[in-house]
């Protein structure tokens, strides 16, 4: 571990010293006391701290014993020792106090291809764009959106579906059109960010705010437990795909190649729009509108949202980021079930990604995907959820009474207006038929109940009876 993060591990631990942390020491008797926490059993196996007592000028501790250590230092001294492979995000958290450095060289850049990306847009709604150009333009948003959704993210992060190789290799081709860096990369990044969700550890740690977990963090130095903790993250499926290996070690080029020249040079060439508003419009204002919808997943839909199936973490369900993404908004069934292909368990019809893996499974050449049961999501909702599940809010007795009252007050409300909204058609109706029966005087109307023994009449509570085609009418 570097001696960076290693440091900040020590400064952080160091304040939870009385609680959380295990004393490896000469005192037998706080040992025995430290270990009637079951936390700091737990903790036990991953961090062992080396605490040397007190000493005064002369060497002596705090139980008057004279120590030989050489360096005689007069201060606390904790030497924190590491288990480097077993410390869970929970025991990494955030540190607030911890300054990020900016890379100025990436913060200009972003800014000024959102800039080129504006003037992209304005030349579009001054219609200096062939209509062919902005059609074109949603096309190659939509399909290298799939790239990173249903390619990046999908199969190669979470391995939640098989595909063919012809499918494997065209969601590499439109994943490197979306320009969101090498497959390897990306990959690595999200399995970090689901494995060390919200923390140090984890790149967009959305516990930093909006701005970082947007664009932020791609505008700073990175947090020396993302890069120690990155170097854990098994990609031995990755290395072994030459598909993959071939992309990463070629991406500067390809990018060049497929997400520059190819996409700017189609409008040119086919329907002669100009070189400049095809740049614009093909590659930075699609770029950049992939970039933000892509960035939304890690920010919008970590903030600002409810979470029907854990409210112990940060990310939401979003309807307005599943719009976006294709159907990756719906965060808090993602975070709580990541191996599921759908992503979502109600994302439909916001969740164009799951429909086209849905397609092509038909066609066979999708296959072995995985999807979490309804019945397991139904008790990590009881046992988890925030309540807002549709179907499976909390139990009813976790449920505040005043809540409760307020519930049974919309459904008697709503009783009420349907009921209210019935009378009125009725009577609508009834002076509709008023008017057409020669003032009224050869009316004959019954009211009774709706006739249909079925009763699967749904056009009204209460039937008018006139003759026998009426009651047929209303059966009907
Ligand atoms: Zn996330
Ligand atoms: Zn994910």
């Given at each position: 571990?570097?001696?960076?993060?290693?440091?900040?591990?020590?400064?952080?631990?160091?304040?939870?010293?009385?609680?959380?942390?295990?004393?490896?020491?000469?005192?037998?008797?706080?040992?025995?006391?430290?270990?009637?926490?079951?936390?700091?059993?737990?903790?036990?196996?991953?961090?062992?701290?080396?605490?040397?007592?007190?000493?005064?000028?002369?060497?002596?501790?705090?139980?008057?014993?004279?120590?030989?250590?050489?360096?005689?230092?007069?201060?606390?001294?904790?030497?924190?020792?590491?288990?480097?492979?077993?410390?869970?995000?929970?025991?990494?958290?955030?540190?607030?106090?911890?300054?990020?450095?900016?890379?100025?060289?990436?913060?200009?850049?972003?800014?000024?291809?959102?800039?080129?990306?504006?003037?992209?847009?304005?030349?579009?709604?001054?219609?200096?764009?062939?209509?062919?150009?902005?059609?074109?333009?949603?096309?190659?948003?939509?399909?290298?959106?799939?790239?990173?959704?249903?390619?990046?993210?999908?199969?190669?992060?979470?391995?939640?579906?098989?595909?063919?190789?012809?499918?494997?290799?065209?969601?590499?081709?439109?994943?490197?059109?979306?320009?969101?860096?090498?497959?390897?990369?990306?990959?690595?990044?999200?399995?970090?960010?689901?494995?060390?969700?919200?923390?140090?550890?984890?790149?967009?740690?959305?516990?930093?705010?909006?701005?970082?977990?947007?664009?932020?963090?791609?505008?700073?130095?990175?947090?020396?437990?993302?890069?120690?903790?990155?170097?854990?993250?098994?990609?031995?499926?990755?290395?072994?795909?030459?598909?993959?290996?071939?992309?990463?070690?070629?991406?500067?080029?390809?990018?060049?190649?497929?997400?520059?020249?190819?996409?700017?040079s189609i409008p040119i060439i086919f329907?002669?729009?100009?070189?400049?508003?095809?740049?614009?419009?093909?590659?930075?204002?699609?770029?950049?509108?992939?970039?933000?919808?892509?960035?939304?997943?890690?920010?919008?839909?970590?903030?600002?949202?409810?979470?029907?199936?854990?409210?112990?973490?940060?990310?939401?369900?979003?309807?307005?980021?599943?719009?976006?993404?294709?159907?990756?908004?719906?965060?808090?069934?993602?975070?709580?079930?990541?191996?599921?292909?759908?992503?979502?368990?109600?994302?439909?019809?916001?969740?164009?990604?799951?429909?086209?893996?849905?397609?092509?499974?038909?066609?066979?050449?999708?296959?072995?995907?995985?999807?979490?049961?309804?019945?397991?999501?139904?008790?990590?909702?009881l046992r988890t959820g925030d309540g807002?599940?549709?179907?499976?809010?909390?139990?009813?007795?976790?449920?505040?009474?005043?809540?409760?009252?307020?519930?049974?007050?919309?459904?008697?409300?709503?009783?009420?207006?349907?009921?209210?909204?019935?009378?009125?058609?009725?009577?609508?109706?009834?002076?509709?038929?008023?008017?057409?029966?020669?003032?009224?005087?050869?009316?004959?109307?019954?009211?009774?109940?709706?006739?249909?023994?079925?009763?699967?009449?749904?056009?009204?509570?209460?039937?008018?009876?006139?003759?026998?085609?009426?009651?047929?009418?209303?059966?009907?």
């Amino acid at each position: 571990m570097g001696a960076e993060a290693e440091s900040l591990l020590v400064n952080r631990h160091r304040t939870k010293l009385d609680t959380d942390v295990i004393i490896k020491k000469n005192f037998s008797d706080e040992e025995t006391d430290h270990k009637k926490h079951s936390s700091v059993d737990y903790l036990q196996e991953r961090i062992a701290i080396e605490r040397v007592p007190d000493t005064d000028n002369n060497g002596n501790d705090d139980n008057g014993n004279h120590s030989n250590n050489s360096t005689n230092d007069t201060t606390n001294k904790t030497k924190v020792i590491l288990d480097k492979s077993n410390l869970l995000p929970a025991d990494i958290g955030t540190d607030f106090n911890f300054k990020r450095k900016i890379v100025w060289k990436n913060a200009i850049g972003f800014l000024f291809l959102h800039l080129l990306a504006v003037y992209g847009l304005i030349i579009q709604l001054l219609g200096y764009a062939d209509f062919r150009t902005i059609l074109y333009t949603t096309f190659l948003i939509i399909a290298s959106g799939m790239g990173v959704t249903m390619g990046a993210h999908r199969l190669f992060t979470h391995r939640s579906f098989k595909a063919k190789t012809w499918v494997r290799v065209l969601l590499l081709w439109m994943h490197t059109m979306a320009g969101q860096n090498c497959m390897y990369v990306w990959v690595r990044d999200h399995r970090q960010h689901h494995k060390y969700s919200d923390t140090d550890a984890d790149p967009h740690n959305a516990s930093r705010g909006f701005f970082f977990s947007h664009v932020g963090w791609l505008m700073s130095k990175k947090h020396p437990l993302v890069i120690e903790y990155g170097k854990k993250i098994d990609m031995s499926d990755m290395e072994a795909d030459p598909w993959i290996m071939f992309q990463k070690k070629y991406y500067k080029t390809m990018y060049l190649i497929f997400t520059v020249l190819i996409p700017t040079s189609i409008p040119i060439i086919f329907w002669n729009e100009s070189y400049l508003v095809s740049l614009f419009t093909t590659y930075f204002y699609r770029t950049v509108v992939q970039l933000n919808f892509t960035w939304c997943v890690n920010s919008v839909a970590h903030i600002f949202g409810n979470k029907p199936y854990d409210k112990n973490m940060l990310p939401v369900e979003s309807r307005a980021v599943a719009i976006m993404a294709a159907g990756e908004g719906w965060h808090n069934f993602h975070h709580s079930f990541p191996w599921d292909y759908r992503a979502a368990e109600l994302g439909m019809p916001h969740n164009l990604t799951t429909t086209l893996i849905d397609l092509l499974a038909k066609y066979g050449q999708i296959y072995d995907r995985k999807f979490v049961s309804d019945e397991v999501i139904r008790k990590r909702c009881l046992r988890t959820g925030d309540g807002s599940h549709h179907k499976h809010g909390r139990m009813p007795e976790e449920i505040p009474e005043g809540e409760l009252i307020l519930r049974k007050y919309i459904v008697e409300k709503q009783k009420l207006d349907q009921f209210r909204n019935h009378l009125e058609n009725y009577a609508k109706e009834d002076d509709l038929n008023n008017n057409n029966n020669n003032n009224g005087k050869d009316k004959l109307q019954v009211k009774q109940p709706c006739a249909d023994s079925n009763n699967s009449c749904n056009k009204d509570l209460v039937c008018k009876l006139k003759d026998k085609q009426a009651l047929n009418a209303c059966s009907a």
